[in-house]
């Protein structure tokens, strides 16, 4: 069984920053990628970054140049720096992994709650 535990979100002024952390723990072989995705009231769910095993990343249009993806890959875990955050940053987080354990799989955290005031 794995998990991916979140944490970092909270309450932040436009223009403030927070840091997103995600730790998966359980059976792990080895994790393939992470990545982040948020969902606005309303709104479907899409992708906000993602890290690969390369540290190869890939990121949404509406946050290049404001948020960077890492993984610790001896700690299992993957970050979002999110900086000059603007209201419409304002969103359910969700971590995201595909990682093998007797299979590959794609696992979910359980969000953490990012809201950012005017």
């Known amino acids: 069984q794995v998990q991916l535990v979140e944490s970092g979100g909270g309450l932040v002024q436009a223009g403030g920053s927070l840091r997103l952390s995600c730790a998966a723990s359980?059976?792990?072989?080895?994790?393939?990628?992470m990545g982040w995705y948020r969902q606005a009231p309303g709104k479907q769910r899409e992708l906000v970054a993602v890290?690969?095993?390369?540290?190869?990343?890939n990121y949404a249009d509406s946050v290049k140049g404001r948020f960077t993806i890492s993984r610790d890959n001896a700690k299992n875990t993957v970050y979002l720096e999110m900086n000059s955050l603007k209201p419409e940053d304002t969103a359910v987080y969700y971590c995201?992994?595909?990682?093998?354990?007797?299979?590959?799989?794609?696992?979910w955290g359980q969000g953490t709650q990012v809201t950012v005031s005017s």
């Open positions: 359980g059976s792990i072989f080895s994790i393939n990628s």
């Open positions: 995201n992994a595909v990682i093998t354990t007797s299979y590959k799989g794609r696992y």
């Open positions: 890290i690969n095993s390369g540290d190869g990343t």
